[in-house]
Nanobody
Framework: QVQLVESGGGLAQAGGSLTLSCAAS?????????MAWFRQAPLKEREFVAA????????YYADSAKGRFAISRDNVANAVYLQMNSLKPEDTAVYFC????????????????WGQGTQVTVSS
């Protein structure tokens, strides 16, 4: 299994931006078909946010993220990123990085490894 460590979370004002990073170790992220970001708000299920294919050529977004968030990856650095713009209070959650061997990127049950998460709090 790859070890994933998220960073970059924090407090932002509505309309602001944050960039999350996911550093991988132990294995290369190119071993996995999909790298993705999920989030989990208190008392809610973990939900899909964005995913990127092995080469970075395909990117997928939840409707809530389209037009505001951008996922990217650096296979040399063995890392994945999530640029979040135009943040809203409803984006407040713990954000998790995940690695999957499956193309079914929406289902969190398909992910082989998760990081510990990074808290994002957006104030109105």
């Amino acid at each position: 299994q790859v070890q994933l460590v998220e960073s970059g979370g924090g407090l932002a004002q509505a309309g602001g931006s944050l960039t999350l990073s996911c550093a991988a170790s132990g294995r290369t992220i190119t071993d996995y078909i999909i790298m993705a970001w999920f989030r989990q708000a208190p008392l809610k299920e973990r939900e899909f946010v964005a995913a990127v294919s092995k080469t970075g050529s395909m990117k997928y977004y939840a409707d809530s993220a389209k037009g505001r968030f951008a996922i990217s990856r650096d296979n040399v650095a063995n890392a994945v990123y999530l640029q979040m713009n135009s943040l809203k209070p409803e984006d407040t959650a713990v954000y998790f990085c995940g690695a999957a061997y499956s193309n079914d990127y929406v289902d969190s049950g398909n992910y082989d490894s998760w990081g510990q998460g990074t808290q994002v709090t957006v104030s109105s």
